[in-house]
């Protein structure tokens, strides 16, 4: 089992930033990539960015490509979404998943998941 802590969303007005924070617990960190995904109301969850496991490779949601910048500490077994220039769409619970796959784009293969944090970006 790994558990999964998210923190650091908040209001925050548009063109601000945001740095989410995911600690995980239980077994090895780098066993998993990491994934961050969102959902906002009535919408389905949908991919955002993901890490694999040593941290070398990156992939983003189109939309927030250089905007988002994922990234992952080892060592305090900790993923980190940072997020700049905020607009009012990205408002939504975010969470971080943990996957042994490589389709990171799929929520499906995520085996561990947050109990996200709620992102509100106001116009």
């Known amino acids: 089992q790994v558990q999964l802590v998210e923190s650091g969303g908040e209001l925050v007005q548009a063109g601000g930033s945001l740095r989410l924070s995911c600690v995980a617990s239980?077994?090895?960190?780098?066993?998993?990539?990491m994934g961050w995904f969102r959902q906002a109301p009535g919408k389905e969850r949908e991919f955002v960015a993901a890490v694999s496991w040593g941290g070398v490779n990156t992939y983003y949601k189109d939309s927030v490509k250089g905007r988002f910048t994922i990234s992952r500490d080892n060592a305090k077994s900790t993923v980190y979404l940072q997020m700049n220039s905020l607009k009012p769409e990205d408002t939504a619970v975010y969470s971080c998943?943990?996957?042994?796959?490589?389709?990171?784009?799929?929520?499906?293969?995520?085996?561990?998941w947050g109990q996200g944090t709620q992102v509100t970006v106001s116009s």
């Open positions: 998943a943990a996957t042994d796959y490589r389709n990171y784009e799929v929520p499906t293969v995520y085996k561990y």
């Open positions: 239980g077994r090895t960190f780098t066993n998993y990539a």
